[in-house]
Structures are given as structure tokens and as C-alpha cells.
């Protein structure tokens, strides 16, 4: 039973938050995980808890953090 931890900045939607769980279940089952065994809670933390540099790695695919 893998339980999986995702941390994110608060502020997110449910249905933001429920796509990366959706998007990290099925990464599981697709290496053999059964699709019943589901076990995930999320952190939120907000600017003040969760701090990033939005530079690293340098990639333009990288959001700035106010857009997050």
C-alpha cells in the first residue's frame, strides 16, 4: 500500500488539487499498483510555509510563484 504525500501552495482549486492526485494514482496502477489501492492526502501550505525558487532548474516551463 504506497501512501502518497503531495505538498502544495494553498490556493489551488479541488479540481487543480484532484487532477494531480488523479494524474499521480494513475502513474501507480501504470506500475502495477491495483487500482482499488488508493491511500493520498495533501499538505497546503501557504507563502509563508512554502518557499521556492521559481528559477530551478532554469526552465521557461516553470511557473512564477504568483501565478501558482
Known amino acids: 500500500m504506497p501512501l502518497?504525500?503531495?505538498t502544495l501552495q494553498?490556493?489551488?482549486?479541488a479540481e487543480s488539487t484532484s487532477?494531480?492526485?488523479?494524474?499521480v494514482h494513475?502513474?501507480?496502477v501504470a506500475n502495477g499498483v491495483p487500482e482499488t489501492d488508493r491511500f493520498q492526502r495533501?499538505?497546503?501550505?501557504?507563502?509563508r510555509t512554502f518557499r521556492y525558487d521559481?528559477?530551478?532548474p532554469t526552465s521557461p516551463r516553470?511557473?512564477?510563484p504568483s501565478s501558482c
Open 4 to 6: 502518497v504525500t503531495v
Open 26 to 28: 494513475r502513474a501507480l
Open 54 to 56: 521559481a528559477t530551478y
Open 62 to 64: 516553470r511557473a512564477a
Open 19 to 23: 487532477a494531480i492526485l488523479d494524474g
Open 42 to 47: 495533501v499538505l497546503e501550505l501557504d507563502a
Open 10 to 13: 494553498k490556493a489551488r482549486s
